[in-house]
């Protein structure tokens, strides 16, 4: 009798141990960390930057950075610059970028790609630079967002973006 008696305490410790590692395992979301890289392009002057790729709804990639600039005097620019592939797009420059976030709330942020393209014929069309710094702080880390970028065609890029990505753009801040 005491052989079934152990037997049945043992396996019913080895199912509690079983069902506690498999919840504990269904349960664990690991905590996402921020990406940021600091370069010095120059004495003085430091750039911090979050890479991300995202796809539009065509399937389209998109290199997503957002980047703050430290100049030698102190002066900041927070910028966001999305880079999708040759031919992919052609980018309306006179129209700014549209940040929605799921709640329906709409930001823009005014095309500063001129900064970028110093030389005007290597301007390249599938590339546009955003001034990110008047309405970074307004984001809310916790919504998802959509930036919807206008074309020369007058058709949209929608890239969405999640609340983990804005929250490390806030940092930049």
């Known amino acids: 009798?005491?052989?079934f008696l152990r037997r049945i305490v043992f396996l019913f410790v080895a199912t509690a141990l079983i069902g506690t590692f498999t919840l504990s395992g269904l349960c664990y979301s690991p905590v996402a960390h921020a990406a940021i890289?600091?370069?010095e392009e120059a004495p003085g002057q430091v750039v911090?930057?979050?890479r991300q790729a995202l796809t539009d709804?065509?399937?389209?990639r998109w290199q997503v950075i957002a980047f703050k600039r430290t100049r030698p005097d102190h002066t900041t620019a927070i910028y966001l610059r999305l880079v999708?592939?040759?031919g992919s797009a052609q980018l309306d420059r006179s129209q700014p970028l549209r940040?929605?976030?799921?709640?329906?709330k709409t930001l823009t942020a005014t095309d500063?790609?001129?900064?970028?393209?110093?030389?005007?014929t290597q301007v390249k069309p599938e590339i546009g630079q955003y001034d990110l710094q008047p309405i970074l702080l307004q984001l809310e880390s916790a919504i998802p967002l959509q930036l919807v970028l206008p074309t020369l065609d007058s058709t949209e890029i929608i890239l969405n973006v999640a609340p983990e990505m804005v929250e490390?753009?806030?940092?930049l801040a």
Do not use: H, I, K, V
């Open 1 to 3: 009798m005491s052989y």
């Open 37 to 39: 890289r600091q370069l």
């Open 48 to 50: 911090y930057q979050s």
């Open 57 to 60: 709804q065509r399937g389209d």
């Open 84 to 86: 999708g592939f040759p």
């Open 99 to 104: 940040l929605t976030n799921s709640l329906g």
């Open 112 to 120: 500063a790609s001129q900064d970028m393209f110093t030389d005007e």
């Open 168 to 171: 490390e753009w806030r940092s």
